[in-house]
């Protein structure tokens, strides 16, 4: 049976602090809905009511560009263990760019990644378990994949820029995510 809750609960921060992999949904008012899996040891509660990930590059940039149209997010995770358990965080997202005052106090809260493009940080409005039973048992220990890193290393700097201005500017609906505004 779901359960809400108000806050995030020291048990449901364990829960989020064991997962390696979470799903981040966004929409726009008007146009494709974008959910995105995401890992890399990324995510963090920052507090009962604030937690974020450290957003690196990737192939579009949807979840700025609706967050600054309207704010609402969605983070998942789910247990792929012998104990089952979905948590679903809902709230408003904001997003944190390399040029923002804040990014600094953020970004110290996450271990150093090769082609950070951003932070997501959601205030929590509530958050529901679900039991989970019908969620796959994945045996064995997920592994992080190299590529992206390996991407990264080989772009440069200077390379994942002139990427971010080519492929990140805008959503496939064509909203902006202001990813390199001043």
């Not at 690196?56 to 263990?81: D, K, P, W, Y």
């Not at 970004?107 to 958050?127: K, N, T």
């Not at 990264?152 to 064509?174: F, M, P, V």
Request: proline content about 4%; aromatic content about 10%; hydrophobic content about 35%.
């Amino acid at each position: 049976m779901a359960k809400f809750y108000e806050t995030l609960t020291p048990e449901l921060q364990q829960f989020i602090a064991s997962q390696k992999i979470f799903f981040v949904a966004t929409a726009p008012q008007e146009g494709r809905i974008n959910l995105s899996p995401k890992g890399m040891d990324s995510f963090r509660c920052l507090d009962e009511q604030t937690a974020g990930y450290l957003d690196v590059t990737g192939s579009g940039n949807e979840t700025a560009a609706h967050l600054e149209q309207n704010g609402r997010i969605t983070i998942m995770f789910c247990s792929f263990s012998e104990k089952p358990l979905i948590l679903k965080l809902y709230g408003r997202g904001k997003v944190i760019r390399h040029q923002d005052a804040t990014w600094q106090q953020y970004h110290s809260h996450f271990p150093v990644q090769l082609g950070e493009r951003q932070i997501i940080l959601l205030e929590i409005e509530s958050a529901q378990t679900s039991c989970g039973y019908g969620v796959p048992v994945v045996e064995g220990s997920l592994q992080e994949r190299e590529t992206l890193k390996n991407w990264a290393e080989n772009k440069g700097e200077e390379g994942i820029r002139n990427y971010w201005l080519r492929n990140n500017q805008t959503s496939i609906d064509g909203l902006p995510t202001h990813l390199l505004d001043d």
